[in-house]
């Protein structure tokens, strides 16, 4: 399941045991501790976890944006370009033109004094030498793109005057104006309601399949994971726990956490009265993390030989970062319903 | 839109007949009054000739007769006359005014003009010793009175450099250089706390807005460093610069009347302090008026200004 590493298939993306840390009050904190992923052209991985796992400061990393927070290990690797160390400015010509990205809440990420044609042009002018007219033109082009009715008239209206599914078809619009090769979506559906998430979802299909754009899909449903995913990265308190194809995953998962997760969604068919499946207790603070296995403190099936550091292991057609799975653990059911 | 604009006007004009009201009756608590102080001192005066001119003042009537008369005055654009020489309080204003507008312009001027790139400097380099040297300088430029810090730059001017503003008032048109240099220090002085405020006030805004999700948005597009501050997070910290300096305004009006006393400026600010001395009560209210007038026009334009900059206003306005 490694991603090889000859250069005639390189990824798209690979990050490599790539470290992040943030400078806080009380010092600095590690949010990312040797995390692993590729992706290919024009794949959909999906990365889950839980509030807090790191999920979004890779995505953050990848893109040069973290703030005051800094990589302080590792690689990240774009289209066979080392990009771990890149400047404000090399990043710039990236950020939009290749690797673009849909935030969680459309509510707030469009701004507000501003046209949303005004935005798109915008968008599309900053890695484009064209008139404002030309880029008029392809603003209207890209709200029809994504489902917007009306889309010469709607060029004029302002983020407050669109319904939250409608802003954010306008943030893909706005991702999706420069062609991109990787469209990060970090949890793209959460503000939406269950209807609208599955329009949104289903655009982003739809787009990927006309455009051959790579996905990176940052969710907790995983729910979402089974309807879009080609393969699944698992993470936990900034380290990934477990990755494999979406099918093997949801089907057998082979880390703890993975099957409490899995176990913790809610069905159509559970009965009323049966108590909601939740992980005990809490992930431990970023700045008090133990040693070894990180999921232990919560974990039903811990045992001493968890106090030893895990490292994430190459398994039979996926990685796994426990020293049990291969015990052989009762295999889950498989979790296709949950799609529909 | 014009809907917004009208009942922002209508509000202004409210607050101004409520201002005009209570200072007709506050001037009228001030001990002392008018005729004594024209006539008392003179030898020989007798009781007929304080009662003859206290009629010819309208004083001997009842307040709310002389406020009815005032009143009835005032929607005709008619002041009154100054009971100190006679003359229409409004001409006498007129002449005064462009010298404080003047004084007013420049000290807001400066104050923008460096408040403005000391508030971006601070944001951007936040926590940085420059920050923090601003920051300092900031408070202090808020918290020194504008009377104080003008005395300060005179003495200190005088006792390093031996140069001292010149004692006559030049207008601008007769002599502009000799008028500007005259109106520097005193506009530095009343400046001096809109720049602080106006910068302290951006960077905390813009320091806001640049964390916030739509910020977030541009940079993820590739865009520079310039349009995200200037263009994007500068529009949205507008909002609150202007509310900033549409209150300094006030306080710049406010401190018109004692700079123009130290730097000898002939503006409103000088005419109303003499009115007062006089109680020359038509005089006292025609400037309270126009300073109030400033005031509500200066800070309804601040809230068309929002309009302007934020959409959302606009249409909230339009469909209220």
Redesign the interface.
Known sequence: MRAPTGSANEPLLRIEDLHVEFRTGGGTVEALNAVDLWIDAGETVAIVGESGSGKSVTALAV?G?LGNGRVSGGRITWNGKDITGAS?SE???????EI??I?Q?PM???????TIGHQLV??YR??HDVTKRQARQRAVELLDLVGIPEPEAKVKA?P??LSGGQRQRV?IA??L?CDPRLLIADEPTTALDVTVEAQVLALIRDLQDRTGVGLMLITHDMGVVAEMADRVVVFYAGQVVEAGTADEILDRPQHPYTRALLDAIPRRDTPRDQEMPAIPGAVPALNDMPSGCRFATRCSEAGPECGEPQPLRDLDRRQVRCWRPDEGHGVLEPMVEVAR | MLLYAGRRLTYGLLVLALVATLVFLIIRLIPGDVVRLQLADAPGVTQAQIDQRTTELGLDEPVLIQFGHFVGGLVQGDLGTSFDDGRPVTTKILERLPATLELGLLAILFGVLFGVPFGLISAIRHHSLIDNVMRFLAVIGMSLPNFWLALLLITFLALWFGWSPPLVYASPTENLSQNLIHMLLPAIALGAATMASIARMLRSSLLEVLGSNFIRTIRSRGASERVVVLKHAGRSSMIPVFTVLGLQVGSILGGTVILERIFAIPGMGSLIFEAVGQRDYPVILGCVIFYGAIFIFVNVVVDLLYAVIDPRIRYEGASA
């Open positions: 893109l944006l404000n990043m710039r010509s990236v950020r939009g033109k673009s990205v935030f809440d707030t990420s469009l701004d507000p004094l501003f915008e968008a900053i890695h302002y407050h005057q943030m706005g991702a104006a």
